[in-house]
C-alpha cells in the first residue's frame, strides 16, 4: 500500500518488496511497469511493476509472515505452458481469469491476472 512518503508509486513498490520479502531496492532492475486498474471492489489502484532480482535461490529467501505465507518461483516456461493453464469464471461474471499450475501453489486471482498481462503485453505472446 501506498505510504504518504513514497515519491512515486515505483517507490511504493520497491518498499513493498524490501518489506515483504526482504529484498532491498538496489537489488532491483526495474523492466517496466503496467497499466493501473481497480480491485474488484473498487477500493484501491493497483499499478503493477516488472522488475528483475537476478538469480536467487527462492528457498533462501527470508520473508515477512505476516505480509506474506510463501515464497517459489515459476520458469517463464511454465507460465507460458498451455497444459499448465486453467481459466474459471472471475464470480459470477462470463468473465475468465487463468489459473497457472505448476509450483508447490496454484497462481490465481490478482496475480494471475497481472501476470498473464505482463506475459502478453511486455513479451508480446
Do not use: C
Not at 505510504?3 to 508509486?9: E, I
Not at 526495474?30 to 538469480?55: A, M, R, W
Not at 515477512?64 to 472471475?90: C, G
Not at 464470480?91 to 494471475?112: D, L, M, Y
Amino acid at each position: 500500500m501506498e505510504d504518504p512518503t513514497d515519491q512515486s508509486l515505483l517507490e511504493t513498490a520497491l518498499r513493498e518488496t524490501e518489506e515483504e520479502i526482504f529484498i532491498p531496492r538496489s537489488q532491483v532492475q526495474v523492466l517496466g511497469s503496467q497499466f493501473s486498474f481497480p480491485n474488484h471492489k473498487d477500493t484501491i489502484e493497483i499499478t503493477p511493476f516488472l522488475g528483475y532480482l537476478g538469480h536467487i535461490n527462492p528457498k533462501q529467501i527470508t520473508f515477512n509472515p505476516d505480509e506474506v505465507h510463501q515464497v517459489f518461483t515459476l520458469s517463464f516456461e511454465q507460465l507460458s505452458d498451455p497444459s499448465l493453464i486453467t481459466y474459471k469464471p472471475f464470480r459470477e461474471s462470463n468473465f475468465k481469469i487463468p489459473v497457472f499450475h505448476g509450483g508447490p501453489q496454484e497462481v490465481w486471482g490478482i496475480t494471475a491476472f497481472i501476470t498473464q498481462n505482463m506475459i502478453k503485453n511486455i513479451f508480446r505472446l
